[in-house]
C-alpha cells in the first residue's frame, strides 16, 4: 500500500473513494463546501434527510456522486467543536475500515485539514497513516505471512497547498513506519506459544539486525546468564525443556557515543504460572505474556524503518515458565545479578523475576533512560481496565514525557505512586525481599520490586497487561505501546 501527499484538486481526482469530513453545523470547511456545491448539494442534502448526522464519528458512503470524477463519496461526521485526540482517532480508524473493501483499490481524503486540538497536520497525516496500516493487519492463522490480500493499494491525502503537503508527507512516513512496529508486535504476540518460543524470537531478531544496517543483535545463553550472576532470572526457565535467551538488539541512528536509551520487554512466551500453576480458564491468553518483548521488536524495526537518529538498544528477556520436577518452588531463594536475594513465595510472579536481572544487566550500556514494558500484573487490569496503561518511574520529567507521548498518540498511560509504604509490604524474614507484596496495590509493589533493581539511571516503568492484548470482540494483540514509545523516541530524537 502507498500513501501519499498530494495537492491536487479533489473534484476532478479519479478515485474509488473519496472521504470527506462534514460537521453537524453544515459549516463546511471550504473543500468540503466546494464538492458539495460540485454535487450540487448533495451533501447538504443528506445531512438535512438525517441520512448522517454529522458528529462525530457517524459516516455515510454515497455511490455514484454526480459532478465529482470519484466512485464513492465516504462523508465522515466531526461534529462542531474542535476534535480531541481520542475523537480524530475514532475518526481514522473508522475511516480505514471502511475503506476496507474488495471494491476499493485507491482512496483520498481531505481530513489532513480536520483539526485536532494542538495538533498540526503532520500529527493528523501521521495518524491517518498509522491507522491505514494497522487495518491492513491480517493474521494468517500462524502460516507465513502471504502477501497482502488487501485490495487497497493507494491512499492520497489532500492538502491544500505544497507546505502543508510536505508536512504531511513527512507525517505519512512516521505513521508508516510506526503502523509497521505496531503490526509487527500484534503478530509475534499473536502466534501460538509453540511456536513464538524464546528461541524463536532470538532467530527473529538475529535476521532483523540482518536486514536492517543500524541494527545489530548479541543474544546470550543461558551459560553465559549463569556466569553474569543471574540466578532470579534463571530460577524461572528451571522447568521448561525451552532454553532462555538474553536478546539485546543495538540501533545506532544517532551521533556516535551518545548515552542510549534503553527498552526492557518482558519476553514470558508462555506463562502457566509454574508450581503456583494458573486456574485453566482463559491460560491460553498467556501467550501473550510476550507482548513487552514484542513492543520492543517492533520499536526496533520502526526506528530502523523511520530512520530515527537516535541510539536506542532493545533488550528482551525471553523465557517459558513451566512447571516440572526441576522447576522453582515456593519458599524457593534466588539471588539475582545485583547480589539482592528473594524469596520466590509465588512462581506466577515471575516477570519481575527475568527483569530485575535485565535491569541489573543494562547499566553497562550507561543508558540516558531506561524503559521497561511488561505484562506483568493481572492487578494492573484491575486497577486500569484496558485503556492505559501503568506508568511508574523514578523521575518526574521522563513520567511526564512519557504520559505526553501517550496522550498525543492516543496510546495512553496513567501514572501511579512508588511509595516507600507499598515498598515496605515486600520485607520477608529469609530474603532481601519476597518476590509478592501481598493483599492490595499488585500492580504498585511489582512496579516498587523493579525499582530496588533500577537505582542507577532514569527509569520508567510501563505495566501493559490490560492495553497489550483484547480478549474479545475479536481477541487479538493491540501492538501497544508501540504508538507511545515512538511518540517519546520522535521527540527525544528532535530535542
Ligand atoms: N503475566 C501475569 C500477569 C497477567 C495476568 C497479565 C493476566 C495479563 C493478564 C503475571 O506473570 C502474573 O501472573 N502475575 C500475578 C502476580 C501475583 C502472583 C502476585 C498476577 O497478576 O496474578
Ligand atoms: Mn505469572
Ligand atoms: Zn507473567
Given amino acids: 500500500m502507498e500513501i501519499v501527499a498530494r495537492s491536487t484538486n479533489p473534484l476532478t481526482l479519479k478515485t474509488d473513494c473519496l472521504v470527506v469530513a462534514v460537521t453537524a453545523d453544515k459549516k463546511f470547511s471550504p473543500t468540503t463546501a466546494s464538492i458539495d456545491k460540485a454535487c450540487d448539494g448533495l451533501i447538504s442534502r443528506r445531512l438535512e434527510g438525517k441520512d448522517i448526522s454529522g458528529e462525530c464519528g457517524s459516516t455515510l458512503m454515497l455511490h455514484e456522486p454526480a459532478g465529482i470524477s470519484a466512485k464513492r463519496l465516504l462523508l465522515v461526521g466531526t461534529g462542531s467543536k474542535t476534535l480531541s485526540t481520542q475523537e480524530f482517532l475514532k475518526i481514522a480508524r473508522s475511516v480505514a475500515k471502511l475503506t476496507k473493501s474488495d471494491a476499493i483499490a485507491s482512496v483520498a481524503t481531505t481530513l489532513a485539514e480536520v483539526e485536532a486540538s494542538d495538533q498540526d497536520v503532520r500529527w493528523t497525516a501521521q495518524q491517518l497513516a498509522q491507522q491505514f496500516g494497522e487495518a491492513s493487519y491480517a493474521f494468517n492463522g500462524g502460516k507465513p505471512p502471504v502477501a497482502s490480500k488487501l485490495k487497497l493499494k493507494k491512499v492520497t491525502l489532500l492538502c491544500s497547498d505544497r507546505k502543508t503537503q510536505s508536512a504531511a508527507q513527512a507525517g505519512l512516513n512516521y505513521g508508516e513506519?510506526?503502523?509497521?512496529?505496531?503490526?509487527?508486535?500484534?503478530?509475534?504476540?499473536?502466534?501460538?506459544?509453540?511456536?513464538?518460543?524464546?528461541?524463536y524470537l532470538a532467530k527473529y531478531s538475529r535476521a532483523l539486525a540482518r536486514k536492517q544496517s543500524k541494527l545489530s543483535c548479541?543474544?546470550?545463553?543461558?551459560?553465559?546468564?549463569?556466569?553474569?550472576?543471574?540466578?532470579?532470572?534463571?530460577?524461572?526457565?528451571?522447568?521448561?525443556?525451552?532454553?532462555?535467551?538474553?536478546?539485546a538488539l543495538d540501533y545506532k541512528g544517532g551521533k556516535k557515543g551518545a548515552r542510549p536509551i534503553v527498552l526492557v520487554g518482558k519476553g514470558v512466551t508462555f506463562d502457566s504460572g509454574g508450581i503456583s500453576l494458573k486456574p485453566g480458564g482463559k491460560m491460553d491468553e498467556m501467550k501473550y505474556d510476550m507482548c513487552g518483548a514484542a513492543s520492543v521488536l517492533g520499536v526496533m524495526e520502526a526506528l530502523a524503518t523511520a530512520d530515527l537518529p537516535i541510539n536506542v538498544i532493545g533488550v528482551v528477556p525471553a523465557v517459558e515458565n513451566m512447571p516440572s520436577g526441576k522447576a522453582t518452588k515456593p519458599g524457593d531463594v534466588v539471588t539475582s545479578m545485583s547480589g539482592q536475594t528473594i524469596e520466590?513465595?509465588?512462581?506466577?510472579?515471575?516477570?519481575?523475576?527475568?527483569?530485575?536481572?535485565?535491569?541489573?544487566?543494562?547499566?553497562?550500556?550507561?543508558?540516558?533512560?531506561?524503559?521497561?514494558?511488561?505484562?506483568?500484573?493481572?492487578?494492573?487490569?484491575?486497577?486500569?481496565?484496558?485503556?492505559?496503561?501503568?506508568?511508574?518511574?523514578?523521575?518526574?520529567?521522563?513520567?511526564?514525557?512519557?504520559?505526553?507521548a501517550g496522550q498525543s498518540s492516543g496510546d495512553r498511560a496513567w501514572q501511579m505512586p512508588l511509595w516507600d509504604e507499598y515498598n515496605q509490604q515486600l520485607k520477608t524474614n529469609f530474603a532481601d525481599m519476597g518476590n509478592i507484596g501481598g493483599a492490595g496495590g499488585g500492580s504498585i509493589t511489582a512496579a516498587c520490586f523493579l525499582s530496588r533493581f533500577t537505582k542507577d539511571y532514569r527509569w520508567a516503568h510501563l505495566d501493559i497487561a490490560g492495553t497489550a492484548w483484547l480478549s474479545a470482540g475479536p481477541k487479538g494483540a493491540t501492538g501497544r505501546p508501540v504508538p507511545l514509545l515512538m511518540e517519546y523516541l520522535r521527540n527525544r530524537a528532535s530535542a
Fill in 177 to 199: 513506519a510506526v503502523a509497521i512496529g505496531v503490526n509487527q508486535a500484534r503478530l509475534l504476540g499473536d502466534l501460538a506459544a509453540n511456536t513464538c518460543t524464546p528461541s
Fill in 218 to 247: 548479541q543474544v546470550l545463553s543461558e551459560k553465559q546468564m549463569a556466569d553474569l550472576g543471574m540466578g532470579s532470572l534463571l530460577s524461572v526457565t528451571a522447568g521448561t525443556e525451552e532454553p532462555a535467551h538474553l536478546i
Fill in 344 to 404: 520466590v513465595l509465588n512462581t506466577d510472579a515471575e516477570g519481575r523475576l527475568i527483569l530485575c536481572d535485565a535491569l541489573t544487566y543494562v547499566a553497562r550500556y550507561k543508558p540516558d533512560t531506561v524503559i521497561d514494558i511488561a505484562t506483568l500484573t493481572g492487578a494492573c487490569i484491575v486497577a486500569l481496565g484496558s485503556h492505559a496503561s501503568g506508568l511508574y518511574s523514578n523521575d518526574d520529567d521522563l513520567a511526564k514525557d512519557l504520559l505526553d
